[in-house]
């Protein structure tokens, strides 16, 4: 990373330290660093490049809160077919 992508890097983490917002950092690409944070209503991946340049997605919430039955949605959207499924079973004591 050269010296103006690290000082916008280190600048930005001073930024959401001194705001209290807090962040983890992600390595996924060779030429870059994820920030990722999360505010009321957003969650934030900010990659800076090696280069200098910065991306960002922001993923904005419509603020509706779902119940538990909703999981059920998010395995069979993402598992391939032939994945074949186990379900934990709860520890009884």
Known sequence: MNSNGFI????????LEQHKINYTLAHHRDESIMVLTAVP???W???F???GSVEIERFTSAGEIEGEAVLSE???AYIEP????TVP?????
């Open 8 to 15: 916008k890097l280190t600048n930005f983490l001073v930024q």
């Open 41 to 43: 209503g957003q969650r």
């Open 45 to 47: 991946e900010i990659e």
């Open 49 to 51: 490049f090696h280069d």
């Open 74 to 76: 998010l395995f069979p």
């Open 82 to 85: 032939d994945t074949e499924l």
């Open 89 to 93: 079973q709860e520890k009884v004591a």
